[in-house]
């Protein structure tokens, strides 16, 4: 692993502690350009620095990950953004993703877990937690509904079985080796359905992510 | 002019809300309060409603409106003391401004000849300014004096809502006075109704007053209690997880079990709408699988689409994915398990995967086949299926298949 290859990053968490925590575990496998610790700071922060990934806290002050997303993206739709959080709330993870996040891990992720989800960012594939492949699969399960876009409104067979494996813990590597088929082409799968999350205008979509949230 | 006074009072990102101000008001208030909230001079406003109110009378309506309709600004009800005295200096002087003019208004419309009558003029004045003292007396500012029985000792209290009733009453005697000299028929009758609506119009103030006052304090009660669970639950939970933590601290493997088992019980609680687990399928792998990472110390991740009632057989199979949860935390050796439950319309689906050492399956030892037995065993006997996979040094996958009750008949 040389110095050009390795991704810049730039971590954005209103929790000092946690930045710290996550940089001592990435230690030098990425390169960490910037932190910021809430939402204003972060916008400065990224523009300035340009780096290849933000990792992006979902709950912040000021519009949470979100805001960054909707203030950032439109001027620099190249950068990357790996939504962190804590809470597994379907709301949460659904609004962020549809915001323009490229995946979505939980801050339980190991180090080097965390340094492959930063590098498959990085190289424009998505990354999915098995509750996020879970909330894909709730959310796009109910078939009986007509779809006003089929390109968008459903998934696959072959997604589907993507997003189950994943579900259920598999690797990229893993889903791969069970399905036959090549890492890429499992890459290529997870990359649509995210597409599809973030375009599809099916209501279950929002309205299933605000039912699970009865608090 | 482009200062609006006030206008960070509500913080940034709420909606700003539009209140009656207290403060150096000249009647209700409303005026002042829309300029505050449009953040424009209230002067303008003031003449606006005044243009109005004399070319047609909506003026009047409306302003009517928004002082029923739209609350005092909170800070009133705070600095109750301090707002009442400076509204007693206040009314002395403006009050007699705003009888003058209005009284000028009213003769002017009344010699001019657009005006009512006399023998029904009298009787509405009198009764408007008796409703509009008992109004007043009533507003939001006064409720916390009114309501304690010393406040009604109050001198300027009691000389209002007097006031008020006698004019009200007055005015209506007048009405019936002339009404009377005019008709006798139905003198009875339209007496019965005058004095209903009198005692209506003197009763509505308090009455609506009392109701919304009441709804209020229902509000604040209920978010007292909200805080009061909450700082319940995070004593009995949080506070007391944190000290068995630091009495734990060289224990590594326990203090990881305490944040997990904390981390699970607040996530519950903040997250998940309340479910029985005794009656769903989710809740109750959940339960499970919470069961086993205390008694075990391993982080089993759980995710479950779609979710059914429990019935026996599904709980044979729930049954058979805690023995392959805890197979997965006693040999294998990995410290996270995955757990995916897929509920479909047909069958109930779960898949217990770790990626530990793995086993052989035709060289396992006799006591653990006899664990597997009660996996397999179990899920057979109920019309189930269990499939097994594993390698060594390639983790162990468990996949459970039930079928729903009633989809296979």
């Not at chain 2, 302003?63 to 007693?88: C, D, H, I, M, Q």
């Not at chain 2, 996979?389 to 009633?406: F, H, I, K, Y």
């Amino acid at each position: 692993m040389t110095e050009d290859t390795r991704p810049r990053v730039v971590i954005v968490d209103d929790h000092r502690m946690w930045r710290s925590g996550v940089r001592a575990e990435l230690g030098d496998t990425v390169d960490i350009v910037g932190e910021a610790g809430d939402v204003d700071e972060a916008c400065v922060v990224i523009e300035a620095r340009e780096p290849d990934v933000v990792l992006l806290d979902v709950h912040m002050p000021g519009g949470g990950g979100r805001e960054v997303l909707t203030r950032v993206l439109p001027n620099r739709p190249d950068i990357k953004f790996l939504a962190l959080s804590v809470s597994d709330a379907a709301e949460d993870v659904i609004a962020v993703i549809r915001a323009g996040a490229r995946g979505y891990v939980t801050k339980s992720i190991s180090g080097t877990e965390l340094t492959a989800a930063i590098r498959r960012v990085s190289d424009g594939d998505a990354v999915f937690s098995p509750r996020l492949a879970g909330f894909v699969l709730d959310a796009f399960s109910s078939t009986d509904v007509p779809a006003i876009d089929p390109e968008l409104d459903r998934l696959s067979p072959r997604e589907r079985e993507v997003m189950r494996l994943i579900a259920r813990g598999y690797a990229y590597k893993e889903v791969a080796k069970e399905l036959f088929i090549s890492v890429k082409t499992v890459e290529t799968h997870v990359s649509a359905v995210l597409r599809k999350l973030q375009l599809s205008n099916r209501h279950e979509l929002s309205r299933w992510a605000a039912d699970r949230r009865l608090v | 002019m482009q200062t609006p006074p006030q206008a960070a009072r509500t913080g940034v990102g709420q909606p700003r809300k539009l209140y009656r101000e207290a403060d150096r008001r000249v009647l209700a208030g409303v005026c002042r309060g829309l300029a505050t909230h449009l953040g424009i001079d209230p002067t303008i406003i003031r003449i606006a409603f005044v243009v109005l109110a004399v070319s047609s009378l909506v003026g009047v309506f409306i302003y009517a409106a928004l002082w029923y309709f739209v609350p005092l600004a909170p800070e009133e009800a705070a600095a109750e003391g301090e707002g009442t005295r400076k509204r007693g200096k206040r009314d002395i002087g403006q009050l007699v401004a705003l009888a003058a003019l209005a009284l000028g208004l009213v003769f002017f419309v009344q010699m001019i000849g657009l005006g009512v009558p006399g023998t029904v003029f009298w009787p509405i004045v009198l009764v408007g300014a008796g409703a509009a003292f008992l109004w007043q007396q009533a507003d939001d500012a006064q409720r916390v004096k009114w309501r304690k029985a010393a406040a009604v000792n109050s001198r300027s209290a009691v000389f209002r809502v007097l006031a008020g009733i006698v004019l009200i009453v007055g005015g209506l005697l007048g009405f019936l006075f002339f009404r009377g000299q005019l008709r006798h028929v139905g003198e009875g009758l339209l007496f019965a109704v005058v004095a209903a609506a009198g005692i209506m119009v003197i009763a509505a103030p308090f009455v609506t007053k009392l109701a919304r006052d009441l709804s209020a304090e229902r509000r604040e009660r209920i978010r007292q209690e909200e805080r009061a669970e909450l700082a319940a639950h995070v004593h009995d939970s949080v506070l007391q997880t944190l000290a068995l933590i630091q009495r734990n601290a060289y224990d590594g493997r326990e203090v990881q079990r305490l944040a997990r088992a904390q981390e699970r019980d607040l996530r519950a609680w903040l997250y998940k709408p309340k479910k029985d687990e005794a009656t769903t399928f989710e809740a109750a792998i959940e339960a499970q699988a919470a069961d086993v990472e205390d008694q075990h110390g391993v982080t089993i991740d759980v995710v479950v689409v779609g979710d059914c009632p429990l019935d026996e057989r599904l709980g044979a199979q729930l049954q058979a994915a805690r023995e392959a949860m805890v197979n997965a935390a006693r040999h294998s050796g990995a410290a996270v398990i995955s757990v995916y439950v897929e509920v479909e319309p047909e069958q109930v689906t779960v898949f217990v995967r770790d990626r530990g050492k793995g086993f052989d399956l035709d060289t396992v030892s006799a006591d653990r086949m006899g664990v597997r037995g009660s996996i397999v065993g179990r899920m057979e006997r109920n019309g189930g299926k269990a499939v097994i996979r594993s390698a060594p040094g390639d983790g162990t996958e468990v996949r459970l298949e039930m079928a729903r009750e009633g989809s296979d008949t």
